[in-house]
């Protein structure tokens, strides 16, 4: 089993919905992140948590809201998305936010109409 | 600021051939640390090495090598007696220590094919 997990794996919502994704990591570590990855652009960092306290976010919509209850999940709250949102939502973790290698989720892949 | 460039967007062998993947990067700081990743058609980044710009060692495992250019600002990878299963999109990435925190900034990424 792999030691980042992601839920659900594909979503498809309307602009008016309301949908969370949903990352678990079973590596004991301390740090978790969310990326954007669209199209034809390089990976994004969107938000970090450091023992659940986020320690980043990087200039994103407040239409995304994170939630990080303990060291080991991670969510993303969505709502009034928009088309452009679309994108492979991808999680991470590592050990401690300084210097570590992260380990990635297989992502969700996400689809706004 | 930070910026990795992959100039090779995407690259087709015939397998048992050997690829090297080509990574630049930009940065101010004197300490860093340099990154690759493989992310096959199933999504998610596999790490494949971490390396320290006080590292200039090139390192080797199994088929795939590193070579760490400080002098030309450069990481490339080689895979060497290329194989199907390595066909994914391979990212560099670089990081930067922000607010107590460390920022992976990857380059767009090579989408490597190796066609049997």
């Known amino acids: 089993e792999t030691g980042v997990t992601q839920t659900p794996r594909h979503l498809v919502m309307g602009m008016t919905n309301k949908k969370s994704l949903k990352c678990e990591q079973h590596?004991?570590?301390?740090?978790m992140y969310w990326y954007k990855q669209s199209a034809k652009k390089p990976l994004e960092l969107m938000f970090v948590?450091?023992?659940?306290?986020?320690?980043e976010n990087n200039s994103v919509p407040s239409r995304f809201s994170p939630e990080c209850p303990n060291s080991s999940h991670l969510f993303l709250h969505l709502h009034t998305l928009q088309p452009e949102d679309s994108a492979l939502y991808l999680c991470?973790?590592?050990?401690?936010?300084?210097?570590?290698?992260?380990?990635f989720g297989p992502g969700t892949r996400l689809t706004v109409l | 600021a930070q910026k990795v460039t992959q100039a090779q967007t995407e690259i087709s062998v015939v397998e048992k051939e050997d690829v090297t993947l080509d990574c630049v990067y930009e940065?101010?700081?004197?300490?860093?640390?340099l990154f690759w990743y493989k992310q096959p058609p199933s999504g998610e980044l596999v790490f494949l090495i971490r390396r320290n710009s006080f590292d200039e060692q090139n390192e080797i495992s199994g088929r795939y090598s590193w070579n760490f250019q400080k002098s030309t600002s450069s990481f490339n990878f080689t895979i060497t007696a290329s194989q199907v299963v390595d066909s994914a999109v391979y990212f560099c990435?670089?990081?930067?220590?922000?607010?107590?925190?460390?920022?992976?900034?990857f380059g767009q990424g090579t989408r490597l094919t190796i066609n049997p």
């Open positions: 991470a973790s590592s050990h401690s936010p300084l210097w570590n290698e992260q380990f």
């Open positions: 990435a670089l990081s930067e220590l922000i607010q107590g925190a460390q920022k992976l900034v």
């Open positions: 940065t101010r700081d004197t300490t860093y640390y």
């Open positions: 590596l004991g570590h301390n740090a």
């Open positions: 948590y450091n023992f659940k306290e986020q320690t």
